[in-house]
């Protein structure tokens, strides 16, 4: 129990003595041969619905890139094998009674409620929404309806960083294995074997001038240490490769361990050989200072009246070329060399991803573009760029994006541009990914199976062996 964490919570989820778990269970049963039990305790609530990231299921039969209005929308009861769950921003989701979201609680005569389902493999966030008749509008925080699971809190620096907990369901073969799709993400379980396997994820506090948040003048970031790191011999100065990893708009730095299981997706990269252990970087891209100009700059996670703007990329590169590489470069055994160093980001983050490729281009070998949302940008480099750069030609990259992402179609012009300057990329196209985590740790695993710390530039060959 850390009721303490749900009290102070921007002192809005105020739910003294709230109870809460979850339970994940193996059934050896159809549909997916597992089942999760949610046990929230409230006496006063009149409904409860859980939100906060859990979506339903569809299948790519059902599943179109542009009208999420008619797509097939399954309660995980019905699962059948190859399905999945893509994001559905509430514009975009029928209300009731037209249609019944599937995940809704119901309650016990001592003010229990509960709810019990079958889910697939993959990771799911999720919170109680309280008195709320359609999720989708009542997940984010400034409707006052959200509750955090007391009892899994999420991973973060403050409190209110995050407004979801998740937990992971294990994928089962023989329920869920699919002639037409992959959609086992045992990858991003806990390693086995925690003491050799399992790094370490920590949120780190860091000199940052003009920093708005966690505090003035400090800003923050999440580390991954991967387990070798720990048990390195002192005096013996090995120095390890660095991936920095950005979060998108209206993200943080925690959330890709919170959301997206990072420091599991590295630990079974590693554990399998498949890159050698890294230490991995999550900073947040809010609040770095001022400029906006804003009376209140702050952005508070999950409050969607909160529409600060995302800052320019070109901005966030300077504010992390000033403070944040060197902070990391030296209070960390990592490497000093572009060779063994990777920028990567999800939408706004492969954004910010792609100014450090065009403007960092010598900083970093690797760059990783997860569903890049460059719509906003006003072009992309041109041959005479290159020609005045000419180790742009000379990168491991990956641009990916879900067959069902939003960003599809700039994401491509972006693979045109680059395309038509003989710049090659590892393309990864998520088969069931809309905008969304189970997307985004698809792309991390295969940035790491196919390009990270491979041989560069990145070629026809690259990854076929
Ligand atoms: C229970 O629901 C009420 C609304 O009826 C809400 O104000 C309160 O915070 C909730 N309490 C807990 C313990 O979650
Ligand atoms: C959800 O919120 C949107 C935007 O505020 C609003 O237009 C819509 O009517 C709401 N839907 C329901 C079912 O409450
Ligand atoms: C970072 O600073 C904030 C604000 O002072 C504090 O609440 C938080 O606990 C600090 N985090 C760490 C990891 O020291
Ligand atoms: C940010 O800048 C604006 C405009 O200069 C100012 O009004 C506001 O008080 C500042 N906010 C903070 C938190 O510094
Ligand atoms: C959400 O943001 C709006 C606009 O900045 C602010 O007025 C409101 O207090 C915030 N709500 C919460 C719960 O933080
Ligand atoms: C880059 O740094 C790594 C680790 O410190 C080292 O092994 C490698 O030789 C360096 N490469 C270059 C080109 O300096
Ligand atoms: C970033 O790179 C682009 C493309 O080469 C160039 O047009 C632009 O001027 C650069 N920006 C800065 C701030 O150097």
New binding site residues.
């Given amino acids: 129990m850390l009721p303490s964490i749900a009290l102070t919570l921007l002192g809005l989820l105020v739910i003294p003595n709230a109870s809460a778990k979850v339970t994940i269970r193996k059934t050896g049963r159809a549909p997916t041969g597992y089942e999760v039990d949610f046990e929230y305790t409230n006496t006063t609530a009149r409904r409860v619905l859980i939100g906060g990231g859990i979506q339903p299921f569809t299948d790519q039969f059902h599943t179109t890139g542009t009208s999420f209005r008619l797509n097939g929308r399954y309660d995980p009861h019905d699962y059948q094998p190859g399905d999945f769950y893509v994001s559905n921003p509430?514009?975009q989701l029928p209300?009731e009674p037209a249609y019944k979201w599937p995940y809704e609680m119901k309650k016990s005569d001592k003010g229990v409620w509960t709810y019990t389902t079958p889910l697939p493999s993959g990771i799911y966030s999720f919170a109680y929404l309280v008195n709320c008749?359609?999720a989708?509008?009542c997940s984010s925080v400034d409707t006052g309806q959200l509750v955090i699971d007391p009892d899994l809190p999420p991973f973060m620096n403050v409190p209110g960083d995050q407004v979801a907990s998740s937990f992971q369901v294990p994928f089962d073969a023989q329920f869920q294995a699919s002639p037409e799709l992959n959609t086992n993400f045992d990858y991003a379980l806990d390693a086995p074997d925690p003491g050799k396997n399992r790094g370490t994820v920590r949120t780190v506090n860091y000199t940052s001038p003009g920093s708005l948040h966690p505090a003035p003048d400090v800003h923050d970031f999440a580390i991954y240490l991967p387990a070798e790191y720990s048990r390195r011999e002192p005096g013996v100065k090995r120095k390890y490769p660095l991936l920095y990893l950005s979060h998108g708009a209206g993200g943080n730095g925690a959330d890709w361990e919170n959301l997206g299981r990072m420091s599991h997706i590295m630990d079974n990269l590693i554990r399998l050989g498949l890159i050698p252990p890294t230490v991995v970087v999550t900073p947040s891209f809010y609040n770095l200072d001022n400029s906006s100009g804003l009376a209140e700059p702050l952005f508070i996670y999950g409050n969607k009246s909160n529409n600060v703007p995302v800052p320019p990329a070109a901005h966030v590169r300077e504010n992390f070329e000033k403070y944040l590489f060197p902070y990391v470069e030296s209070n960390y055994d990592v490497c000093q060399n572009s060779s063994c160093r990777a920028f990567a980001g999800l939408s706004m983050g492969g954004v910010l991803t792609y100014e450090m490729f065009v403007n960092a281009t010598d900083k970093f070998d690797y760059f990783g573009m997860f569903s890049p949302a460059t719509s906003g940008l006003s072009g992309y480099i041109a041959a005479s760029d290159v020609a005045a750069n000419p180790s742009l030609l000379r990168k491991g990259i990956m641009i990916a994006y879900g067959l069902y992402d939003f960003v599809l179609p700039a994401a491509r012009d972006l693979q045109t541009a680059l395309d038509g300057l003989e710049i090659r990329y590892i393309n990864r196209v998520t088969p069931f990914g809309s905008h969304y985590w189970n997307t985004w740790q698809d792309e991390l695993w295969w940035f790491g199976v196919k390009v990270l710390w491979k041989e560069v530039p990145t070629g026809v060959r690259t990854g076929r062996n």
């Fill in positions: 509430s514009p209300a008749d359609y989708p509008n």
